[in-house]
């Protein structure tokens, strides 16, 4: 007779997934021993149970499938908690199966509401408490699934033993999905069309929502003459593009930043518009026109002249048609000074004393090869990051630490991409206060031998709360930490390990990276005083109070 959990590992061995991240422990033993013996996944033993959530999220953002991660009750299921929120903030699809204590077991002293925990944390989740739930809680993991989400599926041990029908294998298909566009779309197509035929100076903003729409994007760029910028989260998406102008906001090479105050009109696409992305067109006296497109409605405090309630790809394909039957002229280059132009440098107040985090990474820049997989954490490190190193494509980088606002995660997302990535090297840049937090799973890429590069830029604290204790007159020692010999302990783990501390060691870099194999780590010492333009918006971003 088919149980429970049987018929669980059996939906997810058939959803894509070949790899489980996981923690054992008394309540998800059993299921762990499924999940490879009957299932056959791979299963990657993880040091803590954020670590096991996060190595999902990182293997779902750079592969294409959901990421499935397993742990045990109680204070399994606790220790989650930031990993979850960051995969829910990132949109995510990670199916997290978290054992539970025996209903009856009212004495088990890691007896709690686990499911009202990760509904907080993940958004979305269920418990099977009778084995008639089973086929209704694997359709909605599915449908949850589908549409980017994390779900953290709760199997009480006593439950998993129970007996399912054999129709629990496989899920209904999910509900039927909302229409793809509004019952409005041609009105809102022919206006939005009119706005951006009528523009001199339109900019194109992407987002991660429109990461489906490379190819009418670049064609209405063409039509319209508009430089393509994207946020954060969809770096990359215009690679090798004769039109592509950066990334937007303070967190950008500055291209997009110098677009956004010279456009007329903007057409934003997946992209709720976050402050950090679009500061500068609120701070506009007189904003460009705006239109959008997006499946929900906006929420910010942007106003839009034209909003096309549709899929990405739908919504650009309806605007290209739409435009071209407008017969547009040859569309006037206007943004060539600025997308032709230098990078912006006005992050390179120059610090002789010590490493300068720009000279490091436009050293680590000049020998990553065109086509890498980048993975950026920490604080204040990852601001000059993300300005330094350009994504080579929308699945080939991540700043896990914009999602949340959280540090301690990035490296299990960058462990992560090295399962869903196999023969391709992870480059990770990262600060030693972010490192710290997750540096048990160091070993765990150790162990597997994973093709994982890890630069940490070493400012002896945590670099974005040192500067706003500068700023606020406060006392900055509070952020000043002295840490480990970070060389010596990745060596103990079984990694290769360098240590820069002068600006005439940089030539080391070229060095750690000659190895073709195994875990790199390269300690550089950067001079802590070191302040990046961008931390005052990112402070500001975050402290930022409720609109009235």
Known sequence: MLKVREAVVDFVSSSGPTIVFALMGAANQELICDLEQRGGLRVVHCRHEAGAVGMADGYARFGHNAGVASVTSGPGVTNTATSLAVARAHNSPV????????????????????????R????????????????????????????????VLHLPTDVQEMPASPSARTPESPCSAS???????????????????AADRPVILAGRGALNARTPLVRLGKLLGAPLITTLRAAGLFAGQPLEAGVAGPMGDGRGQQ????????????????????????????????????????VNHLSHEAYLRAEASIGVQSLVRALTAHGLGEPVPWWRHVVGGPRDRR???????????LDALEALRSLLP?????????GHAALSACQTLPASGPRDFTCVSTDFGAIGQALPVAIGACFARPGQRVYHVTGDGELMMALADLHTAVRYRLPLTIIVLNDHGFGQERHNLHRTNRPSHHADYTGPDLTTVARAMGAHAYR???????????????HRHGVILVDVHIDPAYLNPASAHVATAMTRPSPT
Do not use: W
């Open 95 to 118: 199916l997290l199966l978290a054992g539970d204590t025996a209903q009856g077991d009212l004495s088990n002293p890691q007896r709690f509401d686990q499911e009202a925990f990760t």
């Open 259 to 298: 677009l956004f105050e010279e456009a007329d009109a903007v057409l934003a696409v997946g992209t709720s518009l976050h402050p950090l992305a679009a500061s500068t067109l609120s701070q506009r006296r007189v904003p460009p026109r705006l239109v959008r497109i997006d499946t929900a409605p906006p």
């Open 347 to 357: 992050a390179a107040n120059r610090i002789d004393s010590a490493v300068h985090p």
């Open 500 to 514: 820069i501390t002068r600006p005439d060691e940089l030539s080391t870099l070229a060095r750690a990276l000659t």
């Open 120 to 151: 907080l944390c993940a958004g979305n989740g269920g418990k099977i408490t009778r084995p008639d739930q089973v086929s209704g809680m694997l359709r909605r993991a599915d449908s949850v699934l589908a549409a980017s989400r994390p779900f």
């Open 370 to 378: 065109a086509q890498r997989l980048l993975v950026v954490g920490g």
């Open 179 to 197: 229409p793809d566009y509004a019952p409005d779309h041609d009105t809102a197509v022919a206006r939005a069309a009119s706005l951006l035929a």
